[in-house]
């Protein structure tokens, strides 16, 4: 089961609170989700190297920058512990993707979804077709995924206007678990892409990578 799979990766990963000098762990890559109705899922190319980087130099970690790109109904989807998707437009899961991704988040896995812009509607129903019984909650400033290696006081970073709204962290829980986060109004994986994608200033670009940090120390550690 994968809730054992990820047991054992845990055991390999340094998510400390800093670099340490022990020997590097066995490297593994972050999954970016891949899925249909026309959404983009592939936005942001540079975001996920760049997220492994600077985990790799904050955490500890031993990410390769080569991200993995899953379909959303693979047998694929287990050997991966923490996946990532975003996009700016339609999400639809067949029945078959929507059981896969259940029991993949059921069994231990983990995914970040960040709204490119556009996505939400579309996301949510998504979302509804993989977990009916469940609703999106808002976490409170003071849930640990905003308390991890970096402290985020009043929750996610503003990385691109939208629709000039305060940014929103929902998640959806499995047994008292967080299976999924759910990133709104911030746009954390443009904050991630190389710097002259979206000329960014460094300082929004930099707590754009510490939030993304965090997802992933929390993740792991869960």
Not at 121 to 137: G, S
Not at 164 to 184: A, I
Not at 187 to 204: C, K, R, Y
Request: glycine letters at 8%; proline letters at 6%.
């Amino acid at each position: 089961m994968i809730r054992l799979f990820c047991t054992f990766l845990l055991s390999t990963l340094l998510l400390a609170a800093g670099p340490v000098d022990s020997p590097q762990p066995a490297a593994m890559q972050l999954a970016l989700l891949k899925y249909n109705g026309g959404g983009d899922w592939y936005a942001n190319p540079t975001a996920l190297p760049n997220l492994a980087q600077f985990c790799n130099q904050t955490l500890g970690t031993s990410f390769e920058r080569e991200y993995a790109v899953v379909d959303v109904g693979s047998a694929e989807l287990y050997n991966y512990p923490w996946v990532h998707m975003t996009g700016h437009g339609n999400v639809v899961f067949s029945d078959v993707e929507a059981e896969n991704l259940r029991n993949y988040l059921i069994g231990g896995g983990f995914l970040h979804i960040d709204d490119n812009y556009g996505m939400d509607p579309y996301v949510r129903t998504a979302m509804k077709k993989v977990f009916p019984e469940l609703e999106f909650i808002e976490l409170p400033f003071e849930h640990e995924i905003y308390d991890q290696k970096f402290r985020f006081r009043n929750g996610l970073p503003k990385v691109h206007l939208h629709d000039d709204k305060p940014p929103q962290g929902f998640g959806l829980f499995w047994e008292d678990r967080l299976v999924c986060f759910y990133t709104y109004e911030s746009d954390l994986g443009d904050g991630w892409e190389d710097e002259d994608v979206h000329n960014d200033p460094q300082e929004v670009r930099l707590l754009a990578l510490r939030m993304g940090a965090n997802i992933i120390q929390y993740a792991f550690q869960q």
